[in-house]
Each structure stands twice: as structure tokens, then as C-alpha cells.
């Protein structure tokens, strides 16, 4: 998600939620999100509430970068579309 400041300035949003309770798990903001600030927050909610079978994300950059893709695969979470 992406919105602006009252000065226009761009931030982001990440937002992790789970699709069956629709509990919101993570909020994130930051000017810029990348790969490694999606790693960080799935890996401290994986150690917190156990690993995944599946992740339905959009298709934004830091969603697909390959080395998370690459951890996701390792730990055999896969994409649900």
C-alpha cells in the first residue's frame, strides 16, 4: 500500500494479514520498503506463529525478488495465487 504526507512526500505500507480471520498480523511503514524489510517481518511472525503452507501477495518488487522467494521456497512456503 502507498499513500503520501501532507507535503506529497510517498511512504509505504506493509500490511500482513491472515486471509481467513482477516487479523491484521504486521503493519509496517516506511518511506521505502524493500525484500529485506518483507524478510524481516515474515521472519519474526514465522517465529511467532509457525510457518505457512501457502503466502497470497501482490506483485510488487520487494514481494519478488528472488533470494525471498528463493527463503520462502527453503522453508516450503509456497505462493497462492
Known amino acids: ?3 503520501r504526507t501532507y507535503n506529497g512526500t510517498p511512504f509505504r505500507i506493509l500490511n500482513i494479514m491472515d486471509e481467513y480471520t482477516r487479523e491484521c498480523l504486521v503493519t509496517c511503514v516506511a ?7 518483507v524478510w524481516a ?3 519474526a511472525l514465522f517465529v511467532s506463529r ?3 503452507t501457502h503466502i497470497r ?4 518488487p520487494e514481494f519478488t525478488a528472488k533470494r525471498l522467494r528463493q527463503w520462502l521456497a527453503r ?3 509456497g505462493p497462492l495465487w
Do not use: C, I, T, Y
Open 41 to 43: 517481518a515474515l521472519n
Open 75 to 77: 522453508l516450503k512456503v
Open 57 to 60: 501477495s501482490d506483485n510488487e
Open 50 to 52: 509457525g510457518f505457512p
Open 31 to 37: 518511506w521505502r520498503l524493500r525484500s529485506k524489510d
Open 1 to 3: 500500500m502507498q499513500d
